[in-house]
T-cell receptor, first 115, second 114 residues
Framework: EPEVTQTPSHQVTQMGQEVILRCVPISNHLYFYWYRQILGQKVEFLVSFYNNEISEKSEIFDDQFSVERPDGSNFTLKIRSTKLEDSAMYFC?????????????FGEGSRLTVL | AQSVSQHNHHVILSEAASLELGCNYSYGGTVNLFWYVQYPGQHLQLLLKYFSGDPLVKGIKGFEAEFIKSKFSFNLRKPSVQWSDTAEYFCAVNPNQAGTALIFGKGTTLSVSS
């Protein structure tokens, strides 16, 4: 069964450092998403991406964040200068985007720890 | 703006007890509704989904949910829980449009004792 894969599974970084989280969505999917889950809190939407541009973003997704699809398979989330409060589990998801489904398929997450 | 409310933060049950987790959403248009489950240390997995048709939907592992449009609700039920159902349960909604993001509720932690 096709799946969304994410790397790294866990990254520890110093405050102020740049971090790139990588995702390989399901190959025939057209919409890509990043969500985060701070420990003990709900899953929060960050950004969605379609046709090589951002289609939606939340208030959380400020200028410190950026997304890119550098080639035909990877989808990356970059945090330019990490803050302590960026510590969270980051989930990538993808969907086929058809109106009749709307289902998102999630990766296993990348745990980011900012010290 | 859309929002999803899950009223139960933590539910504790014994095995074989019945389960109902509440979910209400706010959105004026046609929506897709989902329940996702997150087992300890694992990623989000789809339990069931509703797009249209029969408002009572059945998912994996004996779970079902009923969409009541007049109440903007999509409650999750299971007649007899097992210890292996211990997990975090998230209700989610997105408008019935291509590629829209899911908005999640805060989640309900279910603890089942054997």
């Amino acid at each position: 069964e096709p799946e969304v894969t994410q790397t790294p599974s866990h990254q520890v970084t110093q405050m102020g450092q740049e971090v790139i989280l990588r995702c390989v969505p399901i190959s025939n999917h057209l919409y890509f998403y990043w969500y985060r889950q701070i420990l003990g809190q709900k899953v929060e939407f960050l950004v969605s991406f379609y046709n090589n541009e951002i289609s939606e973003k939340s208030e959380i997704f400020d200028d410190q964040f950026s997304v890119e699809r550098p080639d035909g398979s990877n989808f990356t989330l970059k945090i330019r200068s990490t803050k302590l409060e960026d510590s969270a589990m980051y989930f990538c998801a993808s969907s086929s985007g058809t109106r009749s489904t709307g289902e998102l398929f999630f990766g296993e997450g990348s745990r980011l720890t900012v010290l | 703006a859309q929002s999803v409310s899950q009223h139960n933060h933590h539910v504790i049950l014994s095995e074989a007890a019945s389960l109902e987790l509440g979910c209400n959403y706010s959105y004026g248009g046609t929506v897709n509704l989902f329940w996702y489950v997150q087992y300890p240390g694992q990623h989000l997995q789809l339990l069931l989904k509703y797009f249209s048709g029969d408002p009572l939907v059945k998912g994996i592992k004996g779970f079902e949910a009923e969409f009541i449009k007049s109440k903007f609700s999509f409650n999750l039920r299971k007649p007899s829980v097992q210890w292996s159902d211990t997990a975090e349960y998230f209700c989610a909604v997105n408008p019935n449009q291509a590629g829209t993001a899911l908005i999640f509720g805060k989640g309900t932690t279910l603890s089942v004792s054997s």
